[in-house]
């Protein structure tokens, strides 16, 4: 079992930043992949970004591509999510997923076993 909890959400003007965080606990960290997704009111939940276990390997959804980036500190237990350029639309509840490293970090909700309470990200225009 793994929990995760995020943190660093917030409200912020279209154009600034903010970094998400994801502290996880339970089994080794190092054995998964993570992700970040977002679920705006309405819509499905949708792929952010992805990291492999080692951090070696990163994907991105194409609407976040060269404004966010994903990394991890495994002797901290965390991954991040470094979101630059922020646009209205990026305004969703972003989540924290884990699963068993695979050969590449999947893009699919159904991928992930383990998921955090979610933390709020409003970007205003």
């Known amino acids: 079992q793994v929990q995760l909890v995020e943190s660093g959400g917030g409200l912020v003007q279209a154009g600034g930043s903010l970094r998400l965080s994801c502290a996880a606990s339970?089994?080794?960290?190092?054995?998964?992949?993570m992700s970040w997704f977002r679920q705006a009111p309405g819509k499905e939940r949708e792929f952010v970004a992805a990291?492999?276990?080692?951090?070696?390997?990163?994907r991105y959804a194409d609407s976040v591509k060269g404004r966010f980036t994903i990394s991890r500190d495994n002797a901290k237990n965390t991954v991040y999510l470094q979101m630059n350029s922020l646009k209205p639309e990026d305004t969703a509840v972003y989540y924290c997923?884990?699963?068993?490293?695979?050969?590449?970090?999947?893009?699919?909700?159904?991928?992930?076993?383990?998921w955090g309470q979610g933390t709020q990200v409003t970007v205003s225009s």
């Open positions: 990291i492999s276990w080692s951090g070696s390997y990163t």
């Open positions: 339970g089994r080794t960290f190092s054995r998964y992949d």
């Open positions: 997923a884990a699963d068993e490293a695979a050969v590449v970090p999947g893009r699919s909700v159904n991928a992930y076993d383990y």
